[in-house]
């Protein structure tokens, strides 16, 4: 980073030396800039990819895009805790003053709604799968009647993770996804189904939480001059499609071990931790696997064939 001099001896002296780190400090960032709008177009691909498949065009992005920035604005860059003004946040986004007037004014879109809506499932899907009152020993959900009293039972499920939400709204949501059937009266969590066969919303809400959890850690790290995050990849080209089979099959065993462990030793927690006080956090781990053609990665990524 380009710093200018030091405030306490600037004098006139110096405003012709200022002028040059100024621009200098400008052509570096422009620089950086090109650089980064060069990646940002690698990562804006996939996303693109998404949105036209849902219909949306670009009008609509530009849209959104002004609002997300109106947002980040006020929520990350005041200054000694002070929300910034309509000024100052039309000078941080290029964003028109009286568009921001009309953004700040809007109400919630319902993206935090769905985002509960989605967690609460996950958590109640998640007990299901870790509790020992719902599960047996080798950790396999119990088939549940729908009510039991003081015994466990999906109602008690429901209300040990929220009582704010009717465990029938649940379990027509766990239904519909084909995440749970009625067999000779009980309930059955089919875990065979868990992944990839939920409802398009789900699958969207699910979406923007894990991509957007992974952005915001690779954000923080990108941003920061020591990392918080754990953030690693293994990767290799020019492989053959059964070499990849294979280490694709590896990567999901291990994957699912390691979530499954996981989600058993957080699970307990929770349990043990609910009536601490002091404050609260939330966590995500994600994994993920990705393989395509060796040609085509050149390719999306403007790079030349070697």
Not at 37 to 58: Q, S
Not at 247 to 262: F, N, P, T, V
Not at 294 to 300: F, P, T, W
């Amino acid at each position: 980073m380009t710093h200018g001099p030091d405030n306490s001896s600037f004098g006139v002296e110096k405003i012709s030396t200022w002028h040059y780190c100024l621009s200098m400090t400008g052509a570096h960032q422009t620089r950086a800039s090109d650089a980064f709008l060069r990646v940002l177009r690698g990562l804006l691909r996939p996303l693109v990819r998404t949105m036209i498949a849902r219909g949306l065009t670009a009008p609509v992005i530009y849209a959104l895009l002004k609002r997300v920035y109106v947002e980040v604005a006020q929520e990350s860059f005041g200054l000694d805790g002070t929300p910034p003004t309509d000024s100052r946040i039309a000078l941080l986004t290029g964003v028109h003053r009286k568009d921001i007037r009309t953004i700040r004014a809007e109400t919630d879109d319902g993206t935090a709604d769905a985002r509960r809506k989605s967690a609460l499932l996950a958590t109640v899907i998640g007990q299901w799968m870790t509790h020992p009152d719902f599960s047996d020993a080798t950790g396999a959900p119990l088939p549940l009647p729908r009510t039991s009293g003081d015994a466990p039972g999906f109602e008690r499920l429901v209300q040990s993770v929220s009582k704010d939400v009717r465990p029938r709204t649940v379990l027509d949501e766990l239904q519909r996804g084909g995440l749970v059937t009625v067999r000779q009266g009980l309930l059955h969590l089919d875990t065979g189904t868990i992944v990839g066969t939920a409802s398009s919303a789900e699958k969207e809400a699910f979406f923007g939480a894990n991509v957007g959890d992974h952005l915001a850690a690779a954000t923080e790290n990108l941003l920061s001059d020591t990392p918080p995050f754990f953030e690693r990849s293994v990767f290799y080209n020019q492989m053959t499609p059964d070499a990849v089979d294979e280490i694709e099959a590896q990567a999901r065993a291990g994957s699912q071990a390691l979530l499954e462990d996981l989600n058993r030793n957080s699970s307990t927690a929770h349990r043990r931790d609910r009536d601490a006080t002091g404050p609260r956090q939330r966590y995500r781990l994600g994994i993920y696997f990705y393989r395509e053609d060796a040609e085509k990665s050149v390719e999306e990524q403007g790079g030349e064939k070697t």
